[in-house]
């Protein structure tokens, strides 16, 4: 049967061309649709993750406790070797030292008195090490207003609003005051060789840029870091990964007396972020659901209605002497080919869509312009992302909508007589 089906299909392209076209599209767009609403809802967590929580970071337990202050006297000590140990352990993330501290920029004027001053939120990031990919991460070929990037350890980026605030010019040197690692006084002077602009309102209203060199080399912190932060390589967020990971590191690190132990925090137990990343996966299945079934709904009407229009040829069949099983199983094992060949091709479509904007990414900056004053950490190009299911989701709706449908309308052979079907084919 399913050779003389199939024949029947491949030979009668009025039968078959059109249901195939529209299941082969269908499937097409819910295979992208998944793909980019999975990586789009991945993607709003990416700027949260690179400025303030990474997908994992690690720091000391007390300093964890109190990490509101910026405590790096509680900092993390020989970090090269636990960042060797983290790599070797976790090859599937990178990992990054980085040093937030706060303190007052002192802009001197040519006979160096004080021009102007003002408070300074300042991280100190590894951009210099080999492999470095935060200049990546923070995506500064984009943002960066004005000069360029760091390319020695006192050189450092101001952001745009800082620079008007207090006068800065490129070139200029700059004066950090603050307190080291021990809480000394401390001073260290920085050239500002760019501006930058993250586009997040009030969060880098008063922020500087630094390698972490030049971070430690201010605060007396050698082979020292706040935090440790971890990124998958892909920068895709999984947040069950991310839960493993942690528990796993606690786990090894578990000796409740020791309060300078490193502990571990996935991107969901910070700012309140798992609330966020909840409702980021409660509202991927409810839109994808609603789509997959207003898809389903679109083939099983296809199927029902390609099934109406052959009552004529069942009446036929039947007076040949086949009888009512046989006709409605090879109606059924039709629509499943016709499902399955619409599938492969959709899927085989929507794949390769999905990859190019996984690669390229949709920006949609000219549609966030007037949102540029929010407090919302949010980037404004959305990537899709291809994952294991992208492969057999089109099943749902291609075939089983489909066989569905099919099944509904195949129905009515077994409620109509025979002298009734010719009637029919006669009209």
């Known amino acids: 049967m399913f050779k003389f089906v199939l024949n029947g299909i491949l030979r009668d392209r009025s039968r078959s061309l059109f249901p195939i076209i529209i299941v082969s599209l269908i499937v097409a767009l819910v295979v992208f649709y998944k793909g980019f609403l ?112 760091i390319r020695h350890f006192n050189e450092s980026l101001v952001s745009a609003k800082l620079a008007e605030q207090l006068g800065l010019s490129l070139g200029d040197a700059v004066t950090f005051v603050g307190t080291t690692m021990d809480n000394a006084f401390t001073t260290f002077n920085f050239i500002v060789v760019g501006t930058f602009d993250l586009k997040m309102g009030p969060v880098d209203k008063q922020m500087m840029l630094a390698d972490i060199q030049g971070a430690r080399m201010a605060l007396n912190m050698e082979n020292a870091a706040a935090e440790i932060f971890g990124f998958k390589h892909d920068m895709f967020y999984d947040d069950k990964n991310s839960q493993v990971l942690r528990n796993q590191f606690n786990k090894m690190h578990s000796d409740t007396s020791d309060i300078f132990r490193p502990t571990m925090m996935a991107l969901r137990d910070q700012n309140q972020m798992g609330t ?104 404004t190009v959305f990537y899709a992302k291809i994952t294991p299911d992208l492969f057999f989701i089109g099943i749902v709706p291609g075939v089983v909508a489909t066989v569905l449908g099919t099944m509904l309308a195949g129905r009515a052979i077994y409620k109509r007589e025979m002298a009734q079907l010719f009637k029919e084919l006669e009209n």
């Open 38 to 149: 999975v990586g789009a809802m991945g993607n709003m967590f990416k700027d949260s993750a690179v400025i303030t929580s990474g997908h994992v970071k690690v720091m000391t337990t007390a300093y964890k406790e109190e990490r509101q202050m910026l405590p790096n006297d509680l900092a993390l000590l020989e970090v090269d070797h636990l960042i060797a140990d983290l790599s070797q352990s976790h090859p599937d993330h990178f990992w990054s030292p980085r040093i937030s501290f706060a303190g007052l920029l002192d802009l001197p004027d040519e006979n160096g008195e004080t021009k102007s001053q003002g408070p300074v939120f300042t991280t100190g990031i590894d951009f210099l090490s080999e492999n470095s990919r935060q200049a990546e991460l923070w995506e500064l070929d984009t943002r960066i207003v004005s000069g360029r990037e």
């Open 276 to 379: 966020m990343v909840d409702l980021a996966d409660v509202a991927t299945i409810i839109i994808l659901g609603i789509f997959i079934l207003i898809a389903m709904i679109v083939l099983w009407n296809m199927g029902i209605m390609s099934g109406l229009r052959r009552y004529g040829e069942m009446g036929i069949r039947l007076a040949m002497g086949e009888t009512k099983g046989q006709v409605y199983r090879s109606l059924i094992l039709e629509s499943v080919i016709i499902g399955t060949i619409g599938t492969f091709i959709g899927t085989a479509i929507g794949i390769p869509l999905t990859w190019y904007v996984q690669e390229y990414g949709i920006d949609y900056s000219s549609a966030f312009e007037n949102l540029s004053n929010n407090t919302m950490m949010m980037t």
